[in-house]
Each structure stands twice: as C-alpha cells, then as structure tokens.
C-alpha cells in the first residue's frame, strides 16, 4: 500500500465530503475534500492528487466536466467516480472514458478499498 | 110673453151662459195645465236625452243599441273610438255586417233570430267574452254584456261592449310570468319564503313543502321546522335568525336531516324589506343543492384521484432522483459504519473516533428517514385537509425534493421569494403537487436545449387583490401560442411518455382553491407558468375534499336596495 498518497474527494454533498475523508484515512491516505468541480480547480492540489474520488452530478460543472477538463490540461489524474443516480447506463460510458472505477452510493469500503488500488497502480 | 116671462127668460139665459162661461173657464184651466204639464214633461224628456246623451258620450265602454231587425240605432263615441267607424256612417247598418267578424254573423243572427220568435236567449243579461272586428278588419277579443230595452215594442236592445285586448295580455302575461317562475322553480329546485319578524309569520311556496316533506295543510311553526334542521347545523341556523333580527341580508348554507336519514343540502339567500307599515319582512329563495353537491363531491373524488395518478406519475419520472435522495445518506450511513469498524479495530480502538463516525451514522440514518417521510406527505394518498399554508416553505421542500433532478438536467435554478409573504388557506400537499408538476414541465422543456444555459426561475410575491402569486419561468422550447388552452386540457401532452394530465390537474386543484393557473409565452425563449391564490384572510376556502368542502355558514351579503 502506498502511504499517505494524496486523494481528493470532490462532491457536493456534504455528508460525503465529512465522511468519506475519514475512511480514507483509516485506509492511509492523505485527502482534500472539496465542494465542486470549480473548487477543486481553483486550488493547488492538483498537481498532488493521485487519485481523484468524484461525483458525478453536480451543480455547475459535473464530474466528467472536470474530467475532460484535467485531460484537456494534461492532468492525468487516475478517476474514481461516484454517483448516488444508479443509472446502469452510464457505468460503461465512464470507463470508456478512461474512469478508473463507477461506483454507486451506497458503496462498500472493500469496493472502494479496491477501486483506489486499481487507480494508483495504474499510475 | 110678458114681462115676468121674459124676466124669467133672461134669468135663465143668464144663468145658462154663466154656467157656461164657468164651463169654459174650467176648460181654459185645464187646458192650461194640461199645456203646462206638457211642456213640463217635454222638459224633463229633454233632460233625461241630454242626460242620456251625456251618458252615452263619456261612457267609458261601447253603447251600441240596435232595433228589431237588428239595424243600429245608436253608436257612442267610445265605440267610434273602438270600432274605427263614424256614429253616422253605421247607423241604420245592420250590426252584423258592420262589428260582427264575418265567422260570427250566422251564429249571431240565428240567435237574433231564435230569441224574437221564442224570446229564448242566450245572451241576453250575461257577461261575456266574444271577438269584435275593427273597421280595418282586424279581429280583438271584446268583453260584451247586451240588455233588452223594457218597455220599447217591437224589442230593441242596447250592447255594452269593451275592448279587452289589454286585459287578456295582461291575463296572458301573468300567466306565463306565473308559469315562468313555477318552471324555473322547479327546474332550478327553488323555493321561495317570506318572514314577518315581528309577528314570526311564515309562508313558504309549495317547494319548500316538498323540500321539507312536511304537511301544507298543518301550521308552520320555527319548532315544525327545526324538527328538519340536521343537528350539527342547529348553530349556524340560530346564528341565521339573529341575522333576521338584525335585517340584514344574508346567504345561508344547511342541511336537513330527514326522517329517513337521508340529507338534503340547501342554499339560502335572503333579502330584507321593510312593508308599507315599516315592518321588517324577509323575502328569500331557498334552493335544493344536494345534487350538485353529490356531483361536487365526485368530482372532488375524481380530482383527487387524477391528483394522486399525477403524483405516481411523476413519481416514475422522479424515480432516479428519489434514489439519488435515498442514496446519498446511505453512502453516509454504510461508510461512516465501516470508519467506525476500522477505528474500533485499530490497536488502540480509536474510540473518540469511532463515537463520532456512529453519531454521523445515526445523522445520515435520521436524513434518509426524513426523505421517505416527504416522499410519503407528497406521494401517499391522503385526504385533502385545509390549513394555513406558507408558499414559500412549500415551494422550499419541493425543491429540497427535486434538486437533484434538477440538477441532473443541468437546470440552473434561481429562487425568488418574497419576504413578506402572506399564508394562503389549502391543502398544502396539493399545492405542492402543483408546484411540482410546474417544476418537473419546465425542466422538461428544457431537455433538449443546449444552445443556453437551462436557467429555471421560480418567484413567489403578493399579486393584486389580496393574492399571492407563484410563478415558474424556463427557457425551453415554449409553446404554441395557439395551444395555449389546449396545454391545460387532460391528456394533451407534448411530452414523449406524458400522460398530458398534470397542467389539467394542477389547474383544477388551484381552481378549487380559488385560484387561477395561467401560461404565458416568454418574450425570449421558453414560457411563464404562474398561478395566484387568495391570501388567508379572503374568506372560508373550499378545499377539494370527498365531500366537496362542505361547511354549513351564514354569510351576510352586501345589502341591495331597501324598500322605503
């Protein structure tokens, strides 16, 4: 396991935002939560961010936004998306987009556990 | 002959001719008299013509007299006037060829007739109504009364006549005024009382009888009455008769309780006058309302099903973002539990830790609770109830509902909301039904639109009239707007997999609250949905419940002109 890799969690609920960086600190992770997609751009843990947890719907920019604009930046930043919509559809759209993993809330910390080590050992 | 002869010869000749000229004196007398009790008779003849004269000129009715063989004798003015003929072109004329209509002339000769070879009559000395004719030709109901002259032999005879054609459109006109208004009472179910309240005296038309099913022929008594009067409206009834005392006008909501059980529903609006005595008097219409509240009451059934099939509609389209509310806490729920498993587990249990995640647990458990809980108030069946209702906090919580499907559209939603906003009186699930529904159509319209942001407004603020407005503004495709009337008919949609009832039921819900729901083309892109509401205090509201809102209340009611 890598140790204290960052991972940013970008959604706009707040419940997520409070809960999901203490699991992932129980896992042994660095996190930065932020609220959307313009927040998370606009601050300097881009370029630290190894693995990126993200919602997709958003007020504003949406998660596959930020996607595309990370790419477009040259970002290439492992996603891990996360939507509490269980639409079956868009699971294989996202991966074909080069997401990482699609997980639907509520997810398990095992499927999340495995998820991020799919991510960082892509990178 | 000697002289004693001829003294007595003279004697007697004197006394002959003194007897005579006594004679002749008592002839002149008389004679005298007799002149004088002629010319006296001749005078009174005179006046008792003119008199007759007089009579005859300003008599009011016709006075036409004929002679045996039928031929006039006299033609006063009035029937001049009548008839159309001058007196002196008709006399001498035979009646029946000059006022007698030709289909009546044989029966009136054969008459004549019958009653100079028999004096059998048939009209004489009676009154009655047969039809005259007119110079010109025209034919008029006269009312006619005919006399034999005493004394005159061979007969005449003398006719009264009147021209009634007045009279009969009068008799004509009140019997179809009379007619008129027992139809319409029967047809509208009305019935008509008039009170003295003084005196307590009151009289009702038969059609309260039958309403009350009780005995015309018994006494009417305010204890008779009340026998009828359902119970639970015994107050509103008391409450009634202090308004008689007071004389001002009212309208008045109640129901009988019938022996049998069953209920009637009557509709009162009432009137005061003052008669000529200065007495207070009540006049009023009673009305028979119970069929139109049985049908107000299915159609408020009918209503609120429709609502409820629109609710589960909506319900499908708003299945994804049902489960997105549901999912987000139990996404809380499930990874602060498995937080609180790792820190327990931890060596040492990180315990603060793990208290904390629990305590987030119960929060996100609580959360998820509440979610189904205004699922439920907004998707369940449920009666309408009125109560106080804030737009604004209503709106607020369909939008907490909705948010995420909004946000899912990438609608960009802007609120709006008038501070000072007065409570309207309803059911507060149907107007969020309502507000929805507005809500969903926007989004809805928008679905296709890429070319600009999916900006949706949704204001609340104080419309004219004591009323609030809510209004709903998108930027979407707009409608036609030919078809604006056509968007609230029930199951016209322009929607894929629409169902085309929720504007036809979001108008009838805010109709049953005294409302209005209108649509209106944007002068840019998309369109206006608003609907406006009367605010609290503008009177008792009739919310759509199973028994079409009923309530048994006296109102007064602006006061129409007194008589003097």
């Known amino acids: 396991m890598v140790t204290h890799s960052l991972v940013s969690v970008v959604d706009d609920d707040e419940s997520v935002r409070e809960s999901l960086p203490d699991l992932l600190k129980e896992f042994g992770f660095a996190v930065q939560a932020f609220s959307s997609a313009e927040e998370f751009l606009a601050s300097d843990c881009i370029e630290q961010t190894r693995c990126l947890i993200l919602d997709i719907a958003m007020p504003g920019m949406s998660g596959p936004d930020l996607q595309l604009e990370l790419t477009q930046r040259g970002q290439d930043i492992p996603v891990v998306f996360i939507t509490a919509h269980g639409d079956d559809t868009v699971r294989p759209r996202l991966l074909r987009q080069g997401a990482v993993e699609c997980l639907f809330k509520p997810f398990s910390d095992t499927a999340l556990l495995a998820a991020l080590n799919a991510a960082l050992h892509a990178d | 002959m000697t002289a004693n002869e001829l003294d ?45 004269a007089a009579i005859l000129d300003s008599a009011l009715d016709c006075i036409v007299t004929i002679d045996h063989e039928g031929n006039i004798t006299e033609f006063n003015p009035a029937a001049e006037r009548t008839f159309g003929y001058r007196r002196a072109e008709v006399m001498g004329k035979n009646l029946a060829d000059v006022i007698i209509p030709p289909s009546l002339r044989e029966q009136h000769l054969k008459g004549f007739a019958r009653y100079l070879a028999t004096n059998e009559a048939h009209v004489l000395g009676l009154r009655i109504e047969t039809t005259g004719m007119h110079a010109d030709g025209t034919l008029f109901p006269v009312e006619l009364a005919v006399t034999r002259i005493p004394l005159d032999e061979p007969p005449s005879f003398t006719g009264f006549l009147r021209d009634i054609t007045e009279r009969r459109w009068a008799e004509e006109e009140l019997r179809r005024s009379e007619t008129f208004l027992a139809e319409t009472r029967r047809l509208s179910s009305t019935g008509g009382f008039s009170k003295r309240i003084a005196t307590g005296e009151i009289r009702w038309s038969a059609e309260i009888y039958e309403m009350f099913e009780l005995d015309p022929a018994e006494p009417l008594t305010l204890e008779r009455i009340l026998t009828r009067v359902h119970p639970e409206d015994i107050h509103s009834f008391n409450e009634m008769l202090d308004r008689q005392e007071r004389g001002v006008d009212y309208e008045h909501d109640y129901r009988l309780l019938m022996p049998d059980q069953s209920v009637k529903y009557l509709h009162v609006v009432a009137h005061a006058s003052c008669d000529q005595n200065g007495e207070l008097e009540y006049y009023a219409a009673v009305q028979d309302v119970t069929q139109r509240r049985l049908a107000e009451a299915a159609l408020a059934k009918v209503r609120s099903e429709l609502a409820h099939l629109t609710r589960v509609t909506s319900l499908g389209a708003m299945t994804a973002s049902i489960a997105h509310e549901v999912n987000q806490p139990l996404a809380g729920i499930i990874t602060n539990a498995s937080t609180c498993l790792r820190m327990l587990a931890a060596d040492p249990p990180n315990v603060a830790g793990a208290r904390e995640t629990a305590r987030r647990t119960i929060r996100d458990g609580n959360r998820a609770s509440d979610v189904i809980t205004r699922l439920r108030a907004l998707f369940g069946r449920k009666e309408a109830t009125v109560e106080t209702v804030d737009l604004n906090e209503a709106a607020r919580e369909v939008i907490t509902l909705s948010l995420s499907e909004l946000h899912r559209h990438r609608v960009v939603l802007r609120q709006e909301f008038a501070d000072d906003l007065p409570p309207v009186m309803g059911d507060r699930i149907q107007l969020q039904q309502v507000i929805l529904n507005l809500l969903l159509n926007a989004s809805d319209a928008m679905s296709t639109i890429d070319d600009r942001p999916r900006r949706l407004m949704i204001r609340t603020e104080r419309d004219e009239d004591d009323h609030v407005r809510l209004m709903v503004q998108d930027v979407g495709i707009g409608f036609d707007p030919q078809s604006v009337n056509r968007i609230f008919e029930a199951f016209y949609t322009t929607k894929n997999g629409g169902m085309g009832i929720g504007l036809s039921v979001s108008r009838s819900i805010i109709e049953s609250h005294r409302g209005r729901l209108w649509a209106a083309p944007n002068d840019g892109p998309g369109a206006t949905f608003a609907f406006s509401l009367p605010r609290q205090s503008g009177g008792v509201i009739r919310a759509s419940s199973h028994d079409g809102g009923w309530t048994s209340a006296v109102t007064d009611t602006p006061q129409i002109s007194r008589q003097p």
């Open chain 2, 8 to 52: 007595h010869q003279v004697a007697q000749r004197t006394s002959e001719l003194a007897a005579a000229n006594e004679e002749l004196k008592k002839e002149i007398a008389e004679r005298k008299s007799a002149e004088a009790r002629l010319r006296h008779e001749e005078m009174e003849l005179r006046r008792s013509e003119a008199r007759k």
